[in-house]
């Protein structure tokens, strides 16, 4: 195997600075929409083109660094392109450009106001998404961390109405609290034993020392898992549901593209490169943390399905699916820590898509609520046809991406003799199974309420509905040929 050597590369500031160019860029032409819109796409089709740079170098075996600033030792502000940073940023890169095609369509359809304000943190959130991709460390990763908050908080107060207010203020109010009250304490705590913030260089030894107090590297430990909120742990999973007062484009960005694929990916960077799988084991810390997350798993599928309202069933789905990567990575196998990592990209397409499709149906119908549904998917086929394979992602049947997560997970969990976890899998996809085929169910097989029910409805303009069936595709695409991202997990083992 090529021998893993550190790099300067300085394209990687330019893939985290692209993203912050583009939002000035929309600033300053927000009087000319045509001009500010092509300035986002091209902006996100930039981005994207940094990012695959990266892909041939890493592959080789190299770990690419860019150094932007040095504090103290062991204390910098630096950035890396590894195997692990490059599943999630090519994830982002790539959602980003049919999420700005998608906005188009859905903000000028419903005459959105503030649109090149909405545009600005939309990009901004990205320029924090690809930092915390590509940070070097734990302070960088706090740092990106923070921007990714601050910036989705105009996007989650965009309408200005009480209920936009209080759910912006719920989430700003979780996530920048617990990121203060645990994460910065758990990285003093860090920096103290271990003398540096910065990452290992590979999954098994982790940063700190054998002999480290073993209360004080499981409350660390603790601190961080729950600290980065945006990863939807239960009790810190609030935000989440109440964020969904935001544009349906909003939602697909926090739930596929950005904000909460941050709290999994700072989550299990953590849990990998600063406490290490040997010292998880060492500490017994990994079985113990499958379990928690398995009541979130649980609990939130429950929750789901007692929810009417589309977007409110799917954000509690997302609850759901986010503590399967928590949870693959916990049991500290080959195969689970692979199941884990696979599934922040399956999930991102199917979730994406099946938020495009909530916003297509809301656009076209006017319809939020699943009851009332009732044979829209006759009227709009291709929307429905995406939300179905989509859905079929989330519960993990075969050829769609989910179904390799919930395969390695499955094989993980045995690999780990948990054979609780194995009933927790099983159960949680009959759970998915529950709470998703009624959607197909009503929209295509129910009859409306009278005949005339849908007169005038038709598929939603081509801005909106080219990209859900895009994202779509993927997730086909990744179930059939997955091998290109499991390239880079598998990379984390050499």
């Not at 700005?100 to 943190?121: I, P, W």
């Amino acid at each position: 195997m090529p021998e893993k050597l550190f790099f300067e590369n300085p394209s990687l500031l330019l893939a985290v600075l692209a993203p912050l160019a583009g939002a000035v860029l929309v600033m300053l032409t927000g009087k000319r929409p045509n001009v500010r819109e092509a300035c986002s796409f091209i902006t996100a089709v930039i981005t994207f083109g940094i990012v695959v740079s990266l892909v041939q170098p890493v592959l080789a075996g190299q770990k690419l660094i860019c150094h932007v600033s040095y504090l103290l030792p062991g204390l910098s502000i630096a950035l890396r392109a590894d195997s692990f940073s490059m599943v999630f940023a090519l994830v982002a890169a790539s959602l980003w450009i049919v999420t700005v095609f998608y906005s188009l369509g859905y903000m000028r359809g419903l005459h959105e106001h503030d649109q090149t304000r909405f545009n600005a943190c939309f990009a901004l959130a990205l320029f924090g998404a690809l930092g915390c991709a590509f940070a070097d460390n734990l302070f960088t990763l706090y740092l990106f961390y923070e921007i990714v908050s601050v910036s989705t908080y105009p996007l989650v107060a965009h309408h200005q109405d009480q209920e936009g207010y209080e759910g912006g203020r719920k989430y700003l109010t979780y996530l920048t609290a617990t990121a203060k009250g645990l994460v910065l304490p758990a990285m003093i705590v860090t920096y103290c034993v271990c003398g540096t913030l910065d990452f290992s260089d590979n999954i098994s030894s982790g940063i700190f020392p054998s002999e480290a107090s073993r209360v004080l590297v499981t409350m660390t430990y603790a601190f961080l898992v729950l600290g980065f909120a945006k990863n939807g742990i239960m009790p810190f999973h609030h935000w989440l549901p109440g964020a969904m007062v935001a544009p349906t484009p909003v939602s697909a960005l926090l739930h596929a593209v950005a904000v909460v694929k941050v709290g999994v990916f700072a989550t299990t960077r953590v849990m990998l490169f600063t406490f290490g799988v040997d010292t998880m084991d060492a500490f017994n810390l990994g079985i113990p943390t499958a379990y928690f997350v398995s009541f979130t798993i649980l609990a939130a599928s429950l929750i789901a399905l007692s929810k009417d309202n589309l977007k409110a069933r799917l954000a509690y789905s997302t609850v759901s699916q986010l503590s399967y990567v928590i949870l693959g990575v916990a049991l500290l196998t080959p195969t689970g820590i692979t199941g884990g990592l696979i599934h922040i990209v399956n999930h991102a397409f199917g979730k994406i898509t099946l938020f495009f499709c909530a916003g297509a149906i809301y656009v076209a119908s006017h319809k939020k609520n699943i009851s009332d549904m009732q044979g829209l998917g006759r009227v709009m086929p291709w929307t429905f046809g995406a939300f179905a394979i989509a859905a079929l992602t989330m519960i993990g049947v075969p050829p769609v991406g989910g179904f390799v997560s919930k395969w390695y997970l499955l094989v993980g969990a045995m690999d780990a003799a948990q054979t609780g976890i194995l009933i927790v899998l099983l159960a949680s996809t009959m759970l998915n199974i529950a709470y998703f085929a009624p959607v197909v169910y009503t929209a295509f097989f129910c009859k409306p309420a009278h005949d005339r029910a849908y007169e005038g409805v038709r598929e939603a303009a081509p801005a909106m509905l080219v990209p859900l069936l895009i994202t779509a595709s993927l997730s086909v695409a990744v179930g059939i040929y997955p091998d290109f991202f499991l390239r880079f997990i598998k990379g984390l083992f050499l």
